[in-house]
DNA sequence: CTCAATGCAAATCATTTGCACACCC
DNA sequence: GGGTGTGCAAATGATTTGCATTGAG
């Protein structure tokens, strides 16, 4: 069964990729920047990817594929990629920023556990509401919102 | 009007300093750690303060009154004070990191105005609310939270 | 007196920048 | 071909660290 989900995963994954892949397309061509391969690599590296990541682990993710890419580049690409809502960047109190998929999982938040720094994701319309009534309230637009809940299991009680 | 206000905040000022400096000669001796001028002197400069600040305004503020502190000291003191509970540190998406008091205006959220990045406190009790939730549907303990609004001023429509 | 805390400068680490070269358009 | 994007290395900027010195206990 699990085997099974696995399958059907990686076939979404495919499908994924192109979708991601024709709106990075689109935002270069509505931009008029060039569609260099580094840019679709990096993108779709970060799309087989389940979890969140950081510059360094994408970059080593390259060497060992024997694929070259500078750090720079991948700067510039995860920048790039920021702005055309291909993925997110989170900050997570270190210095050294995440940065995750964003395109079919939209709009969650993240717990992240202090014990093992696990990282849990989770969802809930509240927020939308919250969003939406200080939008009302104050007349402002809000472009968008980061919501972090640390915490720790419960035990020895 | 606003002048009375401001006097008697003033007050309220000195009243609030003492007792966050008790709450850190509590936590030093706690701690067994040193009660250094410079971490008293530290502390009040930031209560004194009704803004976020970064290190460096910090440091530049100490310079003009001519009380000498090095960067070194600033940060670990601000990170003996985070331990304390006495700041909290926020990331907000740069890379150096901003702070403020935490004593006296515990559990508010901020909106940031990417227009001027002007921030503007907010307080929400369905916040609370929905960690409640979490933690009793997770089993686990929720130690903090951090929920950044990103919005624009509406115009032009 | 003793050892933790400070000051200073050097080291580190993530990110940015400058420039020569490559290659998308 | 022309100019943008890339690679590399050097530059930057925030934070950390090492070490000699100071001063709190």
Do not use: W
């Amino acid at each position: 069964m699990s085997e099974h989900k696995e399958i059907s995963q990686k076939k979404t994954y495919r499908q994924e990729i192109e979708v991601v892949k024709n709106k990075l397309t689109e935002f270069l061509e509505n931009n008029q920047q060039r569609k260099t391969p580094e840019r679709y690599a990096i993108l779709e590296e970060i799309y087989q990817l389940n979890e969140h990541f950081d510059i360094d682990f994408l970059y080593k993710l390259f060497r060992e594929k024997q694929f070259r890419v500078s750090k720079a580049t991948i700067y510039n690409t995860l920048e790039l990629l920021l702005e055309a809502g291909l993925v997110r960047k989170h900050q997570f109190g270190k210095v050294q920023a995440f940065y995750e998929k964003s395109y079919f999982n939209r709009n969650h938040d993240h717990i992240i556990m202090l014990d093992d720094f696990q990282i849990i994701e989770f969802c809930d319309p509240r927020i939308e509401r919250i969003k939406k009534d200080f939008e009302e309230a104050m007349d402002i637009e809000i472009e968008s919102h980061s919501l972090y809940l640390y915490a720790r299991k419960k035990n020895k009680s």
